[in-house]
């Protein structure tokens, strides 16, 4: 992205910060990172994340391309998720993230409780 690009509708800097701007996203690639999960498995992992909102990010998420369903054979079906290589190359600006969040929410939650000021 150029100076001069601004953040205009189609500017793919946008379309990356839109993928972060929702929550769940993020916690649940983060929460893929160490390889597939099964639903169940990743709602213990995560915590606070109902079933609908859990399948509603990880649809969104194999839309754009970031994490791969996988349906296995058996009895019944067991069906996981896994990063695919585009979703891995999010880790890294995730963990720059939380670092920042580690090292400077202290900060934040004191402005919000300030209000703003």
Known sequence: MTVDQGFLA???ARLAF???ANTWNAVVIWALREGAERPGRLRERIGGISPKV????LRRLEFNGLVERRVRA???PRV??????LGRSLLPPIEAFGVWAFEHGDEVMAAQERGGS
């Open 74 to 76: 058996g009895a019944p």
């Open 10 to 12: 189609d500017c793919r």
């Open 80 to 85: 996981d998720y896994e990063l695919t290589d």
């Open 18 to 20: 839109d993928l972060l």
């Open 54 to 57: 859990l399948t509603e990010t």
